[in-house]
């Protein structure tokens, strides 16, 4: 790439984004639009007196939004949306402190030194047919001095870098805690989940868990719900608000012909009959069906059970210490709250877990490996001559240089994306395969997963040309990684220059702040479509998925930061956007569904070290490859010295993120000794892990019962 | 090595062990003696009417004391000896069994085998002088069908060994669980070890941590005792106790030329005095210093404390659960036995302790790898000609065919078994720097150390010959090390069996069974030793250098179980034999200093899946290297299932070795309820954990008080 056309790609991206950020504010005003750009102001009803009445204002771009999204505090923000969402932005401020350093050094001093270099062949000396290579580190003369400068920046911004991962988790750790101090009595902590019970054959499980926790917790054991098996009962739950919602379609149909349907063989025979009167029936069957499946599924007991305690500290203890004498018996973990208990999953014994465990582990490198092979087959049929034997009467139209120019550069990485949009899904599903019990670790599982996958196959693939990185061979000869990491990875500094100012800009707008998925289903409004159309659903973020996006232009920023410094303007101005974009559509769209108390920090320091360290691998080999293999040897204690860093900060921090220490927890529970209501909230508690598929279901006539729990079955 | 040769030295060695088994009943019968080989007798004063009197049937040999050693039962032998001692024994047991089967597999099938293979240049028909390589598995021909026999005796080993590793650690499990509930309340069971304390300016630790525990522990705290840095104390003790030994032999001296010493520098020149006045000052010197110190030394508190409770639950919840909301202060573990604490090393804070264990595990790599370097030079120095040259003198003996063999065959060996007897030590003042607390962590950490040198410095030094080892950039290259190890293990195979047949018979036999060093003290009753002549010592058995020589023996059995099973008769000979010489001297030699409830058996479960994986790996290579790839491909998934097995055990068995369940903690606690000695219990709890160095020195004249406080100072 020449200078040219990375600026001529900057200035079309700049006006994109002005584009979008215009359309954007006129189309939020729309209030047919509110739903999708405000849902939770709308759940809120705060701006429901706004929704009627028409004034010109509506379709002038304002900028006032940017504003109000820079404006509260950080407080005022947490209140309004939940600490998980801070710890989000916090990412943002941390990449724009990181990024803010690393562009100063790099523009200002790196920049220059590589541009002065020779290395590469500097013919031609007009800048605006540069190559952008000469801009990076492989245009420094092999042996020279210069590079000694490269050398110390890695040193000063490695230590940059730990000094404000050190400061954010420091942070973050104490907001944890003042956020717990704040925080008032919930269901979860009060409550752990106890996994195989040691049912005898005697008894059922219930008695079991009660006659074991008032033996052993006889002061603070309050009550317990045991697991039943329900994937049945969901399935039917599932097909009963699948036929009401037809009902209630068809009740407000006006066209009495839509009214009937033919019965019989799929039906295009028989004969006509009222539609009204043939899904009642079948609704009033499947009912019946739910009733008798809620009497028989009491039965099914699943022996784990959620057992709740009258203190904190009473269910820490049976947390944190081991039951019984068996390890693979009573095994407790952290109940999740009651809304973000996932149902379906609750394999039996100790044993299946640990098995399927193993298995997605080795679907998930299947996956994570194999990925690319079909990505690039099909890419492989969309070159010219194929395309153009396969559809012979395109070759008019191929043979435009437009045409072509488009086919060949953009086709192929369009292909990439929309593979990749498989992925989320297949990791979500693969995590919730693994015996994850709750939306939230299934979430951050599968946000741990899906990052591995996009360094593995978006920039490993793309630094090592997909060649280099599926000979195996290369991960049984470590010392040569270094070596092919410096060979690879600076040639692909323009590639990635690019993908930051298109993919991470434009999807950033696109997906992020236009929300289109939504937009495009308000505007068709389709009747039979999974929700009704009237039904106002608040989502919740999926950090799963925006997240390892994230980190994942965190470590181009970190791995390029001396290689390439050209990249880190573009960074910053994709922190900027990310950070007034997601503090906007957490304040008005995104509602949390579970709070998990920034416990995802974490996964982003991890990967904040892995990145790090994989500037020091690469500068290993770079410094070998250009002649100065003392700088190289010099590099080695700095890795060394980073995952000191880390493990240092696994034993400061990491355990708050775990569990709340005893202090926490008894000035909590002394607190609640005081609490008039803490009685009322005890019932709450002893009825709140109830499956919501055992509930009794709703009148399917009324039309306002939506946010019943029978919806959450069903997520 | 040809058969001859073996058959020569197995004979020889059956001889020495006949002599020394003859020897060693006659030893044991003489009364002078008891104190050597039955001093847990003595201190039980079971024997000590026999002390005296004469009778010729002393002088016979008898074989009772090995009836002795197999009679009693299991039950029986725990309550002579410790639990720990039980499961020490169940090793020999567990190997007798694998070494069992695979002696008849081995013997039975591959021996004749590999002996029928025609790959080794089989000249000589004469049995008696073949090489012991044709009974190895490099005596079969490439690409032989007869490997897959080899083939499935390694997938039939692993599984019984595999079975074998699962009874046995089942089998320890529930009988830890169960000596656990037959124990008495033990002080360590109530108490834990608190560091990290956060005292502030204004209060001493001590009331900081009797405001926290009371504060959050208001129903189970019992008493705390805060750690002090004694160092300069105990010094002081250990020389009035020295001054006081001189001194009670002083007086029992007749002579009185020698109860008088000069003055005055190095004690050449100056007046003769009267000795026993000079020490009887000195000491008096030196007692005033201690009373001093022992005031002064009240205020040097370490932020670190013993904090007892009234239960062992409250002990658990506070070791378990993190304490304060700073991961880094309030540090809880498990407190050791009160006369199991290591006083002299209590590193003050977190990060010191942090960075002096990573020094340690630096300095322990760098002892590991560069051990052999002065070895193989001091072993270079002792061949002949180097010999001849440094002492012409020597060339008329070191002509000599007998004086060269032994120079050239065993001088080397004894030099390498010379500086392997300075490794335990440096282990045990590793793994005392590392910041253990108490001797049996002590002990179990340097066991652990020294079983990775002996793999590291005595199998793999020999089997690749030191140099290959060396090449530091195999580990680089790990797909060669199959191949590298195939080549070079086999070969080594009769090396590895005379160091069966004679280190391992003979030093077992004269180490273990004789206890030279102590009968030679005992005849030479040196005076000034470290020790008083009649002062009675019942050791304790040095777990850290008898488990890593036992498993090691077990690593060669199991990796030269398919490669050359002529190995396996002599191991089985020195399980049967070790079996009975550690019962014999665990009945009637050592006592325990402390009990770490077999806390050591996951080390020798873990070390015998290594050893497991090695022969896998090794079985790799060596497939490989007869051409015969299926039989190299199909092995691959025998180590990950090994692998696999060994996680499920780390899950199922792993957490009893750590700690007591909260069933049987609150079941032992339900038993002291009722117990009407637990008022007496609480009293000598709230005292137990005071430094010995703190107690008031006894009366020095009275010569009772060897076993005072004062001497386990000095440990």
């Given amino acids: 790439m020449i200078v040219w056309a990375l600026l001529t790609s900057v200035g079309i991206n ?9 359309l954007y504010s006129i189309l939020k005003k729309q209030p047919s639009n509110l739903e999708v750009y405000a849902p939770r102001l709308v759940a809120a009803e705060e701006e429901s007196e706004q929704r009627n009445g028409f004034n010109f204002e509506r379709l002038l771009p304002t900028a006032g939004w ?11 923000f947490m209140s309004a949306t939940s600490f998980d969402a801070v710890v989000f932005i916090r990412i943002f401020i941390f990449s724009l402190r990181v990024f803010g350093f690393a562009g100063i050094v790099g523009v200002v001093i790196l920049l220059p030194i590589n541009y002065l270099g020779s290395q590469l062949d500097a013919d031609s000396s007009d800048l605006a047919n540069k190559s952008l290579d000469s801009f990076s580190i492989s245009n420094v003369n092999d042996g020279s001095k210069w590079l000694w400068v490269h050398f110390c920046a890695a040193y000063i911004f490695s230590g940059v870098v730990c000094y404000l991962l050190y400061y954010e988790y420091s942070y973050i750790s104490s907001k944890r805690i003042s956020h717990y101090y704040s925080s008032k009595p919930q269901r979860n902590q009060f409550t752990i989940l106890v996994r195989g019970i040691p049912v005898s054959s005697g008894s059922s499980c219930s008695e079991t868990v009660e006659k074991f926790f008032t033996e052993y917790y006889p002061s603070t054991y309050l009550s317990h719900s045991v697991v039943r098996r329900t994937n049945k009962l969901q399935r039917l739950t599932s097909d009963a608000k699948k036929l009401y919602r037809r009902l209630a379609h068809l009740k407000s149909e006006t066209n009495p012909q839509r009214r009937s349907i033919r019965d019989g063989f799929c039906g295009l025979f028989g004969h006509k009959v009222n539609a009204l009167d043939h ?9 019946d069906n739910v009733r008798m499946e809620q009497l028989s599924v009491a039965g099914k007991e699943v022996p784990a059970a959620f057992v709740s305690f009258k203190s904190r500290l009473g269910a820490a203890i049976a947390l944190h210490i081991q039951q019984g004498t068996n390890p693979t018996e009573w095994v407790t973990e952290r109940a999740p709250e009651p809304q973000d208990v996932h149902w379906p999953f609750f394999s039996s014994s100790f044993i299946k877990r640990w098995i399927s465990k193993l298995l997605v582990v080795v679907a998930y490198a299947a996956v994570t490996i194999l990925f690319l092979i079909p990505v690039v087959i099909v890419q492989g049929l969309t070159n010219l001559e194929q395309l153009e034997t396969y559809f012979p009467f395109l070759e008019s139209i191929l043979n435009l240089t437009v045409v072509s120019e488009v086919i060949t550069g953009y086709l192929p990485s369009l292909i990439l994306q929309m593979f990749m949009a498989f992925v989320p899904p297949i990791m979500i ?14 979430e951050k599982s599968a946000c741990t997963k899906m990052l591995c996958f996009t360094i593995w196959n978006i920039f490993l693939a793309n630094a090592l040309s997909g060649t280099v990185l599926y000979r195996f061979d290369i991960f049984l000869d470590p010392k040569e990684i270094p070596g092919i990491l410096a060979d690879a990875v600076p040639a692909q500094a323009s590639f990635f220059i690019a993908y930051v100012v298109t993919s991470g800009w434009t999807s950033l707008l696109s997906s ?17 479509s999974g929700k009704d159309s009237d039904e106002l659903e608040v989502p919740s973020i999926p950090y799963h998925s925006h997240i390892p996006k994230v980190l994942f232009f965190g470590l181009l920023g970190i791995t390029y930061f001396f290689l390439a410094p050209l990249i880190l303007p573009f960074l910053l101005v994709y922190c900027c956007l990310g950070y007034i974009i997601y503090r906007n559509q957490l304040l008005n769209v995104y509602a949390p569904k579970y709070e998990t108390g920034g416990r995802f920090w974490p996964t982003v320091h991890n990967s904040t070290i892995f990145s790090v360290v994989l500037m020091h691998i690469i500068a290993i080999g770079i410094f070998g490859l250009k002649n100065l293999s003392l700088a190289a040897s010099l590099i080695v204690p700095l890795p060394i010295l980073t ?18 220490p005893v202090e926490c927890l008894i000035k909590k529970d002394r607190e609640d000794q005081n609490d008039p209501t803490i009685a009322v909230f005890y019932n709450k508690l002893s009825t709140g892990y109830e499956d919501p598929a055992l509930m009794p279901i709703r009148h399917p006539r009324s039309t306002d019962d939506h946010n019943s729990p029978l919806l959450q079955a069903g997520v």
Wanted: one cysteine or more; glycine letters at 4%.
């Fill in 643 to 660: 995952l000191l860093f880390n493990e240092y900060c696994r034993k400061r921090f990491l355990p708050i993120f775990e569990d709340y």
């Fill in 429 to 442: 599903m693969l995590s919730s395969m693994e015996g994850c019990i709750s939306f939230s670790q299934i």
């Fill in 14 to 22: 700049l006006g994109l984004c002005l584009l979008f950020f215009t």
């Fill in 512 to 528: 992020v702040l236009f929300r289109l998925k939504p937009l495009i289903c308000s505007i068709i409004k389709r009747p039979f």
């Fill in 66 to 76: 940017v504003k109000r999204a820079w404006q509260p505090s950080e407080d005022e």
């Fill in 279 to 287: 899904y009642g029936k079948k609704l009033e069957t499947v009912e």
